[in-house]
């Protein structure tokens, strides 16, 4: 215990100790350093004094060296006594004999003699520092020359430099103090400095971020953060919880409200309330909602794949309006007027279809160019790498402005609210405005945002932004993506941005983020088939294709690569492989429209499934029975919900996606409550559809395990599941999407004019 209460302790001022091993260090060194210089020049002196004295006596040395020889020895010794921290001097004949000396030199004896026997072999001097048991001491012994420069003899002169030791100890425990105390200065200004700029900030930090977690404080972030990275994350981070609470709150109420299902005749009394009077919702998207096709020479009404059509076409059915957009049919010129104008759905007028007509460089350049081959692998994390060419970008401002023409030459003079639709058409909102400051402008993103790190490759990133933020109201699937969409345009727009309440101010207009789950409808709107009729078609679809005695799972999708169907099948592979109690008894049926098949890439990946399917097949098949059905065709509406409704699983294998309606599809579809879902978590819908098998499908082990999961599951698992699932579809369905999405576009009406950034999140009420 003690021992660990020890390593704390140390831990906790491992900077102090840090600091200050490096200023004892470095003073230290520095110390030794001085010490050492400055005994030199103590015995740089004592050499000076020594050669000085020696010079001194070296006249009257020779003069008594020229006496009688008994006569030298009395002259020279008065002469060799009394100078300070001289222990004396000796003299001595050119055949080193000794002639006279002090007193105290006698000790000496032998060391000098050696000395002198080193001067006599040179004829010249000797300096040396010799350490006697009692204390150092300096030896300079010269030769003495008569005026025919002969030598006649050595005078040898010694000084105690014990006194050059004392003061290097002196001086040592001198600096040693020093060095102390400005250590302990040091290291006391570095611990207050840390603990004021970053210890106690982020002390007051992690108590407000406590308090922000627990109990919903709405007190600003702690001023005095060091690094400005870390206070606008604070930021986010606030917006985030906040957010998150906020999501809370409305699934807390939706749940008291849950007998208040939208629906089609409520959002329309909804719209009228909102809109008010006179006043016209327009739709614009890229991709219409019917096509007309040349099929063996006669026009036939298709409803083209994708989530955006399925979603958007229930809310202009319910709320009349006009719906904008590119007439990509090749029998579309026939069957609309001049204008491009036709009502619809064909033979139940609901509302009005306005067609544009894009050349083909147009539609090569804007919509397979920079919609499908920039911003949609963009904004995918598929490894689909982006391809940006400023021709096709080009192309992409010009249609955008098409577009704008068109919904402006519809509106007229009259008020509208319009709601633009997913990343064909980011520059439209700021066109719109540009022109008609008045008219409400939402966009609505129907692919994932990516990260800032992500959305900077694109070169005309700015632009797309700028064009983006024109709009009063931004809507994205999820919180994640309008997190991540602020956050790019803090990082590449100058522009403010109010975290709290997610609004953007640029160029004094405010666009709000939010985000707006989208959704479906039942299909028993869609006019399928029921009862007899139905059974009468199952029946049918498995005599076609061999499924009358197998358990059913489909896929249903548009062919593109971030669906994740090549996983998807090599799951199946795995799950066969490990499973062969499943052979002949489970077949997996995938329904693929092809898409965007002028893109290499969309080809290629058509190909390449089509050669997986036969390669599974190959290897697990037999004379009745084949593992996988890989319909590729565009399948109609009831088609889809029959398979639906004989599929005991449906398998949804998203690489990344911004919702997937596949998977709420299958859900409504589900009326007795039987089925499966498996769910990649990287679609949308896996944050609402939590009792899906959720599955990572670049994860081919578990994925296996997963469809061996959802074949085996009990029935009364299988119908807990999807009955809680059923219930979050059936509440929080395509109407109530349009309802919140159209509500809060509108309150932007009421603040419109407030300058600056709104002040409290319930301006925009939410519908329940
Ligand atoms: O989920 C909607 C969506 O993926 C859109 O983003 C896209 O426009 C549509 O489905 C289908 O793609 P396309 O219009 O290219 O056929």
Redesign the pocket.
Known sequence: MAVNKFFKILKSLRLGILVACIVGIVTGILAWYQVQREREIDLEDINRRAHALVYQISFPVREAIARPENETAKVLGSRLEGYGRLIGFAVYQPDGTLIASAQSVSEFAEILNSIVGKVLDTRSEVMEIVRTHSSPVHILAVPVLSDGEVPIGTVVALHDISYVDERVMNRLIHFAFWTLIVTFLIVTLVISATWLAYDRPLRHLAQWMRRLRLENAGDAPPSGLPIALLKSESDRLAASFRAARSAGRTKSRAKVHAERVWTRNRLRAHVIDCLGENCQLIIV???EPYMHQLNGGRSRIII??????TALDPVLKACGGLWVAHGAGDADRENADTSGRLTVPPGDSRYTLRRIWLSREEEQGY?YGF??EGLWPLCHQAHERPMFRASDWNYYAQTNHHFADAVLEEIGPGKAVVLVH???LALLPEILKSSRPDIRVGIFW??PWPNPEAFRICPWRAEILRGMLGADLIGFHLQQYCNNFLDTVDRMVEARLDWDHFAVELKGHTSLIRPYPISVRSWAERHVASGGDLDLQISELKRQNKLEVVQIAVGVD?IDYTKGMPERFRAIARFLEKYPDHHGKFTFVQLGAP??THIRRYREHIAELEALADEINWKFQSAEWKPIRFLVAHHDGPTVYAFMQMASICIVSSLHD????VAKEYVVAQESGDGVLILSEFAGAARELSDAIIINPYDTEHFADAIYHAAEMEAGERKTRMERMRRIVDENNIYRWAANFITDLAATQTLETKTGIMSTENSFPKMH
Not at 304 to 309: H, I, K, R
Not at 658 to 661: H, I, K, Q, R
């Open positions: 998207s890229n991709r083209p794949a994708g989530g955006l059509v919509y919609s499908n997913d990343y064909h129907h692919v548009r898409s965007r911004g919702m997937n309606l």
